[in-house]
């Protein structure tokens, strides 16, 4: 047992912090949504749904009600129907940054059939007090799991490119801001339970840390494989 943990110890400490950090994350996410569909579908506990609805109606106005559809327009169809094709175009007129745009692509196009294939498989109804009239399922959010999915991916964006400190943690502190006014506009609007958000937040940084990986090793082939083209031309 000793030899075991000294091993173990021995392999983390080959780790670098990020790579601790992201395998922490993905970890936790994986409790949270399973955590949220235990409570829903097994115990179906209504404690925290009833709560933030609760919470929501105790500060509801009409001038808040039309900030909560705004905010919640940035995450919906028409919204990402459009912006990530934009960000694809503008990404991919600068060569440095046409794997980003590939990844924008691949992970906003993956993403929104995953949650699809997750709705259908649980079949949960919307709140019957919603305020928008929208006919899918409701678990997992796809607001929720969408938008982490589309601005996580832009946040990892801007950690890895924008180098002047202000900037970057400018652009992260408000992204990530719109990312919680998204979810919570949708509890707010009731046309999303608590647990819909929550397990939507947690599905959607999972699929987009093991989407950057996978991205990551693609590229990583593909630029060895463009390297070795070139070699062997310089060669002949």
């Not at 919204?79 to 934009?86: D, E, I, M, R």
């Not at 799991?145 to 996580?152: A, N, P, Q, R």
């Not at 929550?198 to 060895?224: D, H, N, P």
């Amino acid at each position: 047992m000793k030899r075991l943990t000294k091993r173990f110890l021995e392999l983390l400490a080959l780790l670098s912090a990020e790579a601790v950090l992201i395998g922490m994350t993905f970890l936790l996410c994986l409790l949270v949504f399973g955590y949220m569909v235990q409570e829903v579908f097994v115990y179906k506990d209504t404690g925290l749904d009833n709560a933030l609805f609760s919470y929501a109606a105790s500060h509801r106005s009409e001038g808040m009600t039309h900030f909560m559809r705004v905010i919640s327009f940035f995450a919906s169809a028409d919204y990402l129907l459009v912006a990530p094709p934009l960000l694809v175009m503008v990404f991919a007129w600068f060569h440095s940054l046409r794997w980003y745009a590939l990844k924008i692509l691949m992970i906003a196009f993956t993403s929104t059939m995953l949650n699809q294939l997750l709705k259908s498989l649980f079949e949960r109804p919307r709140p019957i007090t919603a305020m928008l009239k929208e006919s899918s399922l409701s678990f997992p959010s796809g607001h929720a799991m969408i938008g982490v999915s589309f601005y996580g991916l832009l946040i990892y964006i801007v950690w890895r490119e924008v180098h002047n400190p202000f900037w970057k943690w400018l652009w992260i502190s408000l992204l990530a801001l719109l990312l919680l006014l998204i979810g919570y506009s949708r509890v707010y609007l009731n046309v999303h339970y608590a647990t819909d958000v929550l397990a939507g937040y947690a599905m959607g940084i999972l699929w987009l840390l093991l989407a950057i990986y996978l991205m990551k090793k693609l590229e990583k082939f593909y630029r060895q494989k463009y390297m070795a083209e070139k070699l062997e031309e310089l060669e002949s």
